[in-house]
């Protein structure tokens, strides 16, 4: 027998499955729908280095990753000791 929270889950699930199915008709083409912008515009609104440090004035406009390789796992024996 199903409890009530099997019987909620199964509604939720089937609208879900409804409005996806009926939203799908809309999805094709729609890129003749969608407007976008010069990149003349898009470069314009887009933040430089300098204007973010200046803005937020925070030390983490640059980036930095470092990878170490060749280390043991952190949980095994050999990292203990070391």
Do not use: C, N, Y
């Not at 729609?30 to 933040?47: D, G, I």
């Amino acid at each position: 027998m199903m409890s009530a929270m099997d019987v909620r889950r199964l509604w939720v699930s089937g609208v879900v499955l409804v409005a996806a199915i009926a939203l799908l008709p809309f999805s094709f083409h729609a890129e003749r729908h969608l407007e976008t912008q010069p990149a003349s515009k898009a470069a314009r609104l887009k933040p430089s280095r300098q204007e973010l440090a200046d803005r937020f004035r925070s030390p983490f406009v640059d980036q930095v990753v470092l990878v170490i390789q060749g280390l043991p796992p952190a949980g095994s024996e050999e990292a203990a000791t070391r």
